[in-house]
Structures are given as C-alpha cells and as structure tokens.
C-alpha cells in the first residue's frame, strides 16, 4: 500500500511518526527517512532513533530556500533515497518524511522516487510518502491520500514555532 500525507497544514510528520508507531506495536519492521531534517533538529527524532524495531535516519540539509545550496541540498536527498533504497529489504513500512517536498524543490528526481515506488509495491512494502504539494501522478498512484488543510496557525500573528509542538 502505498499512502500519502500531504497540504499545507501541519500533521504530516505526525501522522509519519504515528504511522510508525503503529507499525511497530503491530511486529512491523520499519525503515523511517527524513529527507528536509537535519539530525537533532525535531524532537521526533530521539524517540525513532532509540526504538529497537526502527531503523531511522535524518539526513536532510534543511529546508531548501536559497538556489545557491542547490547543490549540497541535492547531495543530502541523494544520502537520504540511498539509505532508503539500500534498507528497503528490511522494512515491512518505509517511510519517506518530507519525500514530496525534496520532489517539488527538485532535489528528488520524479524517477527516483517511481522507482522506489515501484520497488515497495514489487516487494509488498508499505510506502508513505508526506510533504506539501503532492504532484497529481503520486495522488493517482497512491492507494490512500491525506490532505492536512490549515485553517489557522499562530504564525499568521507572526508567532513563532513552538518546540516541542511544532519541531
């Protein structure tokens, strides 16, 4: 099954996050990248990390903003989808957080991701994918979509995120 979390909302990490919980309460073996996040930037990540039955990594270079990074975002995508891809075999559930977002930035090249998409499915892999902006091809392809929808959020007042809420 392959499933999507996607909008301009929050939730999509969380539903990630749970959806890996879940997994692993049931026997699932479950592969969880991050593709945006540094390691030690959000408080999700200590808690995969240490959970037995988990294989996590965060390789991400941050949140992509500055052409001029291009490059060194593009290399730590590539890290990510090859820790991915070369741990695929051991996971019931792969999780690719911030998957969709690497995608749209063009850090993720669409046959990539295809390819693991493909990958999952030929070998009975759960496959959730998460981030803004999911491209029509992957809501087609997907067998269960999610759209968080943001109706209010503290940043439109100029609010800062909020640890431990937020990251």
């Known amino acids: 099954m392959i499933l999507l979390y996607t909008g301009d909302g929050k939730g999509k990490t969380s539903a990630c996050v749970g959806q890996a919980v879940r997994a692993h309460g049931?026997?699932?073996?479950?592969?969880?990248?991050?593709?945006?996040k540094r390691a030690g930037c959000a408080g999700e990540q200590k808690l995969l990390a240490a959970l037995d039955g988990i294989r996590f990594?965060?390789?991400?270079?941050?949140?992509?903003?500055?052409?001029?990074?291009?490059?060194?975002?593009?290399?730590a995508a590539l890290t990510v989808f090859s820790w991915a891809r070369e741990n695929l075999p051991e996971a019931?559930?792969?999780?690719?957080?911030?998957?969709?977002?690497?995608?749209?930035?063009?850090?993720?090249l669409e046959s990539e991701l295809r390819e693991l998409m493909?990958?999952?499915?030929?070998?009975?892999?759960?496959?959730?994918?998460?981030?803004?902006?999911?491209?029509?091809?992957?809501?087609r392809d997907a067998d269960l979509v999610?759209?968080?929808?943001?109706?209010k959020h503290p940043m439109e007042q100029g609010e800062d995120a909020v640890k431990g809420i937020e990251f």
């Open 26 to 36: 049931r026997g699932l073996r479950v592969v969880f990248a991050q593709f945006m």
């Open 57 to 75: 990594f965060a390789g991400g270079a941050g949140f992509f903003r500055n052409e001029v990074e291009r490059e060194e975002h593009r290399r």
């Open 92 to 108: 019931d559930v792969l999780i690719l957080d911030e998957s969709i977002y690497a995608l749209g930035s063009g850090l993720l």
């Open 118 to 139: 493909d990958m999952a499915r030929a070998k009975n892999i759960h496959l959730v994918l998460s981030g803004r902006g999911a491209p029509d091809w992957i809501v």
């Open 146 to 151: 999610t759209e968080m929808r943001m109706i």
